[in-house]
């Protein structure tokens, strides 16, 4: 298996514009979970999904920030509009084990897309 | 004031050295976890710790429950093991629980 997959890798872009950042969990694997790493604030959980529904989303910033998962192999995670405290490394992670964020230790961490808003 | 602190923030040693990493936490919590996350960002898990002392390899995990305080130690250190080491605890809220991470230990190993 590929792995947790996500694009674009690096991306940078204007104060106010649309970012989409997009996952590909491991194939079988029913959570998916959106985290954001600052040097401020360290790694932060945004929101994570079981079988394709959000279960808890109050880590999420603020309005300007929605995810979906429309099917079990994709997630997206836009930010419209966006600011630059929005940069940050976002990762995406996927585990087919019950548990949801408790099982920290079963996820299987992306690579990460590092965002930068000018 | 932080619910998961780490100390050092950085840490640099020579090959062969005994490294302890602190994480000490302020909430009451379900568990604790120790991540590895190396340069480019994989980041990995290491350990799940409720209570004791774990080991794996040359890495050995502690908890005090009642100090709320864990370490991560790392034995005959060497380059590889250079990443950073992040603390995370699933905080008691009420009845529901929160992850809540540390801001990392960054670890250099030198040749």
């Known amino acids: 298996d590929a792995g947790v997959i996500q694009s674009p890798r690096h991306e940078v872009t204007e104060m106010g514009q649309e970012v989409t950042l997009r996952c590909k969990p491991i194939?079988?694997?029913?959570?998916l979970f959106w985290y954001r790493q600052t040097m401020m604030r360290g790694l932060e959980l945004l929101i994570y999904?079981?079988?394709?529904?959000?279960?808890?989303d109050s880590g999420m910033p603020e309005d300007r920030f929605s995810a979906k998962m429309p099917n079990a192999s994709f997630s997206t995670l836009k930010i419209q509009p966006s600011e630059p405290r929005d940069s940050a490394v976002y990762f995406c992670?996927?585990?087919?084990?019950?548990?949801?964020?408790?099982?920290?230790?079963?996820?299987?961490f992306g690579p990460g897309t590092r965002l930068l808003v000018l | 004031k932080n619910e998961v602190e780490q100390s050092p923030q950085n840490l640099t040693a020579q090959e062969g050295e005994f490294i302890t990493i602190n994480c000490s936490y302020s909430?009451?919590?379900?568990?604790l976890h120790w991540l590895q996350q190396h340069p480019g960002g994989g980041i990995v898990s290491l350990f799940m710790?409720?209570?004791g002392k774990k080991k794996h390899g040359r890495l050995i995990a502690t908890i005090n429950i009642q100090e709320k305080h864990s370490s991560l130690h790392i034995t005959a250190s060497h380059p590889r093991d250079s990443a950073v080491y992040i603390c995370?605890?699933?905080?008691?809220?009420?009845?529901?629980?929160?992850?809540?991470f540390g801001k990392g230990t960054k670890l250099t190993v030198n040749p």
């Open positions: 909430v009451g919590i379900s568990a």
């Open positions: 194939s079988g694997h029913d959570y």
């Open positions: 999904f079981n079988n394709n529904v959000p279960i808890d």
């Open positions: 995370a605890v699933l905080a008691r809220e009420g009845g529901s629980e929160k992850l809540v």
């Open positions: 710790l409720s209570s």
């Open positions: 992670a996927s585990s087919r084990l019950a548990g949801g964020p408790r099982a920290l230790e079963t996820q299987y």
